[in-house]
């Protein structure tokens, strides 16, 4: 069975101290969860002061980048690599953000060089996907998220399904208080589910976590979490307070 996955975008939220206050009520009023991996992505300079305050509470939840640029180091002014990510002490990173494609216009290819990039440093890639409205209208869904699929992972090498997480994020339910209905949702997610098997086998589609992204809040966690392709959820604006970000989490307990 596949373990759920909880993660928190912060996106660019949250001074150094904002940071570390929320990471501390976390890790309190998390200590007791083992049903689900909790994960949070603080923007970059909260990183070290947030996993400081990880460490003090010897706290589960595992730490996250937002980005990361694909080369070692260099002449790349305001980018960050996966080494300086790693020694934050993160151990996750997002690749392929809407907010990345569409605003700053990464492509599936520079994605691509990412992920290898993070899964030779031993960062755990949690890669997005996920199609525009218009796509959507025009019955182009499956299209792009194979598009994506294909592009974003070419030539990459899975020794197993722990190695990346796949985040399906339909573009128009990101930060617009729309989300997918859970049928919408788990039908994209089982569509994916087919294509890493086409491209890394049955083995690893079966066991890999597919995590849907949009609009999650507690009032819709429950059963989005409950659809049998839909392996935990990413959660933007919800997850900047801890209460309702502890409620999405718990209704991830697929045991109650
Ligand atoms: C996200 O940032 O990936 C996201 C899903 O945001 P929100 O939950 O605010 O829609």
Request: aromatic residues 6%; proline residues 4%; hydrophobic residues 40%.
């Amino acid at each position: 069975m596949r373990k759920k996955f909880i993660g928190g975008n912060w996106k660019m939220n949250k001074t150094v101290v904002e940071a570390q206050t929320l990471a501390r009520r976390l890790a309190d009023r998390l200590s007791d969860v083992g049903f689900a991996d909790i994960a949070i992505f603080p923007p970059f300079v909260d990183l070290y002061p947030v996993n400081i305050i990880l460490r003090e509470k010897e706290s589960k939840i595992i730490l996250g980048a937002q980005n990361m640029h694909p080369e070692p180091n260099g002449a790349y002014t305001a980018e960050i690599s996966a080494d300086m990510v790693l020694s934050t002490g993160a151990k996750m990173v997002v690749l392929g953000h809407s907010e990345r494609r569409h605003i700053f216009l990464e492509t599936d290819s520079y994605i691509n060089r990412k992920v290898k990039k993070a899964l030779d440093s031993g960062l755990l890639p949690l890669l997005c996907i996920g199609e525009l409205l218009d796509e959507r209208n025009a019955g182009k869904t499956e299209q792009v998220l194979s598009k994506q699929l294909n592009g974003s992972l070419k030539d990459v090498k899975l020794n197993s399904a722990d190695d990346i997480i796949i985040a399906y994020e339909p573009v128009w339910a990101i930060g617009t208080g729309v989300t997918a209905t859970p049928e919408q949702a788990q039908e994209a997610h089982k569509f994916v589910r087919k294509v890493i098997s086409e491209m890394f086998g049955e083995d690893i589609a079966k066991n890999l976590r597919i995590i849907y992204g949009g609009s999650v809040k507690p009032a819709n966690a429950k059963e989005l979490l409950s659809q049998l392709d839909i392996d935990g959820a990413f959660v933007g604006g919800a997850s900047l307070d801890a209460d309702s970000f502890e409620s999405i989490i718990r209704d991830s307990d697929i045991s109650i």
